[in-house]
């Protein structure tokens, strides 16, 4: 039936958890792709043959079966790029190697491009040095705060210019801002007042 | 929605009384207003988050608002079961402001744990009655409704849902004929079938 | 290539205009990959031109929400309601009807072997989708009966009792497919629209109920429907929000939660393949 092989992509997606991203399908997208332009060929073919007594039923099941096919790769494209997205903010500019690697070259694309676009806005809020939007998305308490390394990460240099090698389980006392992206990217841990 | 932390930010600005250990003979400055001077012994006014950061260096003694002790509050919560609606409160942030002191500051409030019970129980009891009441909205099908004298941290507990769910009904109730998307939309616009409307095609 | 954007007058469309680019002609003269397709590269340049403004909502989403089409469509992805891209109101559609055909189709090869198994007498019977059907209504070539979820017998146990019923087995997407049947010119379709509402109502509180209690109610949500499972977890993460922030307090910050399920999965992954 038509529109099958597009309904197999969402499922696919819903499938998936909402924070993960599964492989770029090329060869369903082409599947889908080459069924659109048959069903637009055999739409002109039926005009062309038959000037009067169209099988209108026939002509409008396949226009309906084009649109569908097209909101479907839409939504499909779309959704991907939605959590895409939420992992900018979640996780940062760089990507897990494995989420990456099932992206599509647009899709990488358009992520560096977005990246791009949010550090440069970033860039212009306030006087100079401009404001990290994805920092502080809480409300901070302090201004520093005492981390425990979870890994041997090697080392970090502070905004002070001084090099800290984080050992696991050392705990050190860093600034909110450098401490935050390594919580969130799991490599320290917040010790609890 | 917004987190709870987020409206504990908010909470934070609220005013308290500290009595300073140290002295400081001009103002402070803030963003938020002037606060001063600090004389060692002498209560003052000042933001609950100043207060806080303060207390944690250890050079000022929170004085407990006037609302909160056992007294004070059990009176507000009797008053609560006896009215219908929800009761004024002394202060928009009673939950925020209670939890933030008797974390920082819990020897400068006398039985803490009494007014953390007692707190709670307010807490329970109009977060119960807030959600009869939505509740009742979504039963009864009212289009309209004013709740008076809701905390922020209690509308932010229907927050997320009451708007999802009444998005939900309206899907619902749209009327029969309307079109739910584009791609329906180009379907019913064929309802008037010729040959002329794929002319396009060609 | 003949892809355009459309305006439409209708405002309640309007909002998609930005991001789907309606196709006006069918035909398609050559296709490669779709990463060839202009309206990859037009949704990409758009979301380009979308993106910042936004995330200023990580403040709090729900303020930021106005008239502008841009904003509007940032919501869009964990909406409610069904718009274009939503996967749900996508897969409503897909659910099957039983209809038959008062008028023969023809030039439609999957529907070819349904007449060539019975004589012409008796209307064959076929099971299609909604969306199809919706197509061969304009023609008037169908009819169908509602669906067993939406039939009166059903309509009478929801009435009865709507909390005692397992929506989600019954049928997946109960409200939105419900809401799309009773679009369709059927005698039951008002009866079928009262039923949705009224059920949706009922079964409010209990939603709500289980959603703000955080035993374990993995068997309760099971029985929820699409759209209730959206509230209920939107529900549930606020009412978690508030439980963390009474225990520990604020001010803590936390692994990102996608990595925490990455690294869970990886460790899932690995002992399934010991």
């Given at each position: 039936m038509y529109c099958d092989k597009v309904i197999e992509l969402l499922k696919e997606l819903e499938?998936?958890?909402?924070?993960?991203?599964?492989?770029?399908?090329?060869?369903?997208?082409?599947?889908?792709?080459?069924?659109?332009?048959?069903?637009?060929?055999?739409?002109?073919?039926?005009?062309?043959?038959?000037?009067?007594?169209?099988?209108?039923?026939?002509?409008?099941?396949?226009?309906?079966?084009?649109?569908?096919?097209?909101?479907?790769?839409?939504?499909?494209?779309?959704?991907?790029?939605?959590?895409?997205?939420?992992?900018?903010?979640?996780?940062?500019?760089?990507?897990?190697?494995d989420v990456r690697q099932n992206l599509s070259q647009s899709e990488i694309e358009w992520f560096n491009n977005y990246c791009k676009t949010l550090v440069s806005y970033m860039k212009t809020i306030g006087s100079d040095t401009g404001l990290n939007l994805t920092q502080d998305t809480k409300p901070p308490k302090s201004l520093y705060t005492e981390v425990r390394s979870l890994v041997d990460a090697g080392k970090l240099e502070l905004e002070s210019g001084e090099v800290l090698i984080l050992r696991k389980n050392s705990q050190y006392m860093l600034s909110r801002s450098q401490a935050e992206p390594l919580i969130r990217q799991g490599i320290l841990e917040q010790v609890r007042q | 929605m917004m987190h709870p932390a987020e409206i504990e930010f908010l909470a934070e600005n609220e005013i308290i009384q500290i009595v300073p250990t140290f002295n400081h003979a001009s103002h402070v400055h803030l963003i938020c207003g002037s606060y001063g001077p600090f004389r060692a012994g002498l209560p003052l006014n000042v933001p609950i988050w100043v207060a806080l950061n303060l207390r944690q260096k250890k050079t000022c003694r929170i004085l407990a608002p006037d609302w909160m002790t056992v007294d004070k509050l059990q009176e507000r919560l009797e008053e609560e079961k006896a009215s219908k609606f929800f009761t004024q409160l002394p202060t928009n942030y009673y939950l925020e402001i209670t939890q933030m002191l008797?974390?920082?500051?819990?020897?400068?409030?006398?039985?803490?744990?009494?007014?953390?019970?007692?707190?709670?129980?307010?807490?329970?009891?109009?977060?119960?009655?807030?959600?009869?009441?939505?509740?009742?909205?979504?039963?009864?099908?009212?289009?309209?409704?004013?709740?008076?004298?809701?905390?922020?941290?209690?509308?932010?507990?229907?927050?997320?849902?009451?708007?999802?769910?009444?998005?939900?009904?309206?899907?619902?109730?749209?009327?029969?004929n309307s079109s739910d998307d584009r791609e329906d939309s180009s379907q019913s616009s064929g309802a008037t079938p010729s040959s002329t409307s794929f002319s396009l095609s060609l | 290539m003949n892809f355009c954007r459309q305006t439409q007058s209708n405002s309640k469309t309007k909002s998609f205009n930005t991001n789907s680019i309606n196709l006006k002609s069918s035909r398609i003269d050559s296709v490669a990959s779709l990463d060839d397709f202009p309206f990859t590269k037009k949704i990409l340049t758009n979301y380009l031109?979308?993106?910042?403004?936004?995330?200023?909502?990580?403040?709090?989403p729900r303020r930021f929400q106005d008239n502008t089409t841009n904003i509007k469509e940032i919501n869009m992805y964990r909406n409610i309601k069904p718009h274009y891209f939503s996967i749900d109101a996508i897969m409503a559609a897909q659910e099957k009807i039983q209809c038959s055909f008062i008028k023969k189709v023809e030039h439609v090869d999957f529907l070819d072997s349904i007449y060539s198994d019975k004589d012409e007498e008796s209307d064959p019977k076929i099971e299609l989708p909604l969306w199809m059907v919706k197509v061969f209504l304009v023609g008037k070539s169908i009819q169908f009966d509602m669906p067993k979820a939406y039939n009166e017998i059903y309509r009478g146990v929801l009435t009865a009792d709507a909390n005692v019923v397992d929506l989600f087995k019954l049928c997946k997407h109960f409200y939105l497919f419900g809401k799309f049947l009773s679009q369709l010119e059927h005698r039951e379709a008002y009866e079928v629209r009262r039923t949705l509402i009224q059920t949706f109502i009922d079964r409010f509180k209990q939603t709500m109920d289980w959603a703000q209690n955080i035993d374990d109610n993995q068997p309760c949500f099971n029985r929820l429907d699409c759209l209730e499972r959206l509230i209920f977890n939107d529900a549930r993460v606020a009412q978690q929000h508030l439980n963390i922030y009474l225990t520990e307090g604020s001010g803590q910050m936390e692994i990102a939660a996608m990595i925490l399920n990455y690294r869970k999965r990886k460790i899932h992954e690995s002992r399934v393949l010991e």
């Open positions: 499938r998936s958890r909402e924070d993960t991203i599964p492989p770029y399908n090329n060869d369903g997208i082409n599947q889908v792709l080459s069924e659109m332009k048959t069903l637009d060929a055999e739409i002109i073919d039926f005009l062309r043959k038959q000037k009067d007594n169209l099988p209108l039923d026939a002509i409008r099941l396949r226009r309906a079966a084009i649109e569908r096919n097209k909101r479907c790769l839409m939504t499909y494209i779309w959704t991907r790029l939605q959590r895409l997205k939420e992992m900018r903010w979640e996780i940062g500019a760089i990507l897990p190697s | 008797l974390t920082v500051a819990s020897e400068d409030i006398p039985q803490g744990n009494d007014i953390k019970t007692a707190v709670k129980d307010l807490w329970d009891l109009r977060i119960a009655k807030l959600r009869s009441s939505v509740d009742l909205f979504v039963k009864e099908g009212r289009v309209q409704a004013s709740l008076n004298h809701l905390t922020p941290m209690e509308i932010n507990s229907v927050r997320p849902v009451f708007p999802d769910t009444l998005d939900a009904l309206m899907t619902l109730h749209e009327h029969i | 031109n979308e993106i910042l403004i936004l995330r200023c909502h990580c403040v709090e």
